[in-house]
């Protein structure tokens, strides 16, 4: 499959394989992948095109569609809360090197906050590039499709998160997600909040669908479209649209 590589700034690269993006962050004495496409095998000959320094590897969390390339790297970052996710949900390898709430990578010159944003997965990061005022958010805040059912992800957990990450809001400019629209303004995480409040709350239609074969029910509102299990409002009833 045909990758579309574009040039954000001098030292970063966005990856877009029809829809499931990854990124390339440089900064004066390594650079990171954020994540490693779905189709994709070769991202790090991807990277070494655009970069003589050492590549490594993180992944905002374990599904399928990041992790494409993860067989290049015999170690990668991830939150260990997602190796359940990623070695028995898709049969992933290679040994993970934990990333926690609050590590900074330092790329040289270039410091990289990690953020854990659990309830799309157990253990979704989002990742902070302060001093360009940027955030790399994997799949939890974008304005496509959210994926929210199986046993693996919870819809509160998933708004505590976002909660938090609004507390970064004044850090960055731009959000950058792997689906959806690229870039986003930090005003999406409060909309996801309110909208994820209205599903939880018995305010949205919901629609059936299948996805992979697996009955969903899509909750479509302003904000994105939210693909659960069921209809969640007997499930919690504290949260309202506050």
Known sequence: MPVKVSQIDEKT?????????FFLLVGTEKALLIDSGMMTKNAKELAGERTSLPVFLLNTHGDRDHIGSNGQFASF?????????????????????????GDVLDLGGRPLLIIALPGHTPGSIAV?????????????????????????????????????????????????????????????????????????AGDVPGRRMEMFGTPVTAYDTEAATFLCDEVPSLLFTGWGNK
């Open 77 to 101: 970052y991830m939150n260990p809360a997602e190796c359940s996710n990623y070695y028995r949900g898709n049969h992933g390898a290679g040994a993970v090197v934990p990333v926690w709430d």
């Open 13 to 21: 690269w966005e990856f877009d394989e029809e829809g499931v993006r």
């Open 128 to 200: 902070l590039d302060e001093k360009n005022r940027r955030i790399f958010t994997g799949d939890p805040v974008q304005d496509g499709r959210i994926f929210m059912f199986g046993v693996q992800r919870e819809m509160h957990a998933y708004r505590h998160s976002l909660l938090r990450l609004q507390q970064f809001a004044d850090r960055f400019d731009e959000i950058y997600p792997s689906h959806g629209t690229c870039p986003v303004k930090p005003e999406l995480i409060m909309e996801l909040f309110e909208a994820s409040g209205r599903i939880l």
